[in-house]
């Protein structure tokens, strides 16, 4: 009976965590969602306003680090399956202060496996008892991987080679799960996803970065030549591939997700002033008078691309946003909430 047993969120209050939770709910109705995070700077409860008030929602503020209470929550909620995105998620903050990373991102998901793996021991759902219901989800990057040439993709099997204090401590994190698979027997699951984008995003990251700086008449940086390629994934369909990998994704494995959009930074920023040129013009120009180059982040990979077949093949998911329909919606989100900020101030 998984009536009062419940699925254990991390990061629920950050951005893809956020856009999750109320999609899960809907694809799951009954399933209990217990969201554990420790509203940093990038966690915002407000993310999370359509569902605070929902039956089957709890949120808990606290740290994936603190083993009493990650196995209190366990205890109390009868957890029977984690979903971990909580995370430091910035590599330009990683650069600039690589520790709460190792904390967080290694400490904190060890934390998590070590309390799972020990409570479901005993518990009736047990892989070890024959059963898959515990089941493990360690949310991840393409970062992993390292850098690519011109050509190639990631595929599940393409050596980790992470070049940022954020993506080694990522692929940490991904290693340690791995052993808790092969060591305990653990039901682990891994996805690895490129580069999201979509409403809620931390102000801090590209998109809503060249949006925000946009609308605000100032100065929009790209780093470098602005030639580095990232594959784009509209956060939602990342979400529904979180949502078919947890519950049918074969124990153990690895599914890379990405959405065949891959695309400098240059481009993106081009892309964004034309819409916004259209949907909110200036008094005189475009906004692409205001991008600037500015100093490149050390170490910057040049390209990552992602080899998602395995995810289409096994689970028949594929991205339903292409990347010009996800821009335009991320677009008048942010006008909107733009529009709603400047009325308040009014
Ligand atoms: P985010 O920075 O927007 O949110 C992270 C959330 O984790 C925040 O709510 C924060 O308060 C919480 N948190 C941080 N430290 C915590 C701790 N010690 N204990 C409990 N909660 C804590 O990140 P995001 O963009 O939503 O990314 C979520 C996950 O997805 C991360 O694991 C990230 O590595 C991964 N990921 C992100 C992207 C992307 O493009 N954003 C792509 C692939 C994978």
Known sequence: NLKDRSILITGGAGFIGSNFIPLFL???PGVKLVNLDLLTYAGNLENLEQVNAHPDYTFVKGDICDRELVR?????????????????SHVDNSIAGPEVFIRTNVNGTFTLLDVAYRYWMDSPFSPKKGQEENRFH??????????????????????????????????SSDMLVRSYRHTYGLNTLITNCSNNYGPRQHQEKLIPTIIRKALAGEAIPIYGDGKNVRDWLYVKDHCRAIDLVFKQGRPGEVY????????????????????????????????????????????????YAIDASKIKKELGWKARESFDSGILKTIDWYLALNNETINSKQ
């Open 138 to 171: 360690h949310i991840s990057t393409d970062e992993v991987y390292g850098s690519l040439g011109e050509k190639g993709y990631f595929t599940e099997r393409t050596p980790y080679a992470p070049n940022s204090p954020y993506s080694a401590s990522k692929a």
């Open 72 to 88: 209190e929550v366990f205890q109390k909620y009868k957890i029977t399956g984690v979903i971990n995105f909580a995370a430091e």
């Open 26 to 28: 809907q694809n799951n």
């Open 256 to 303: 890379n997700i990405g959405g065949d959009a891959e695309k400098n930074n240059i481009s993106i920023a081009k892309l964004i002033c034309e819409h916004l040129d259209k949907k909110q013009p200036k008094a005189s120009g475009s906004y692409k008078d205001q991008i600037e180059f500015v100093q490149d982040r050390p170490g910057h990979d040049r390209r």
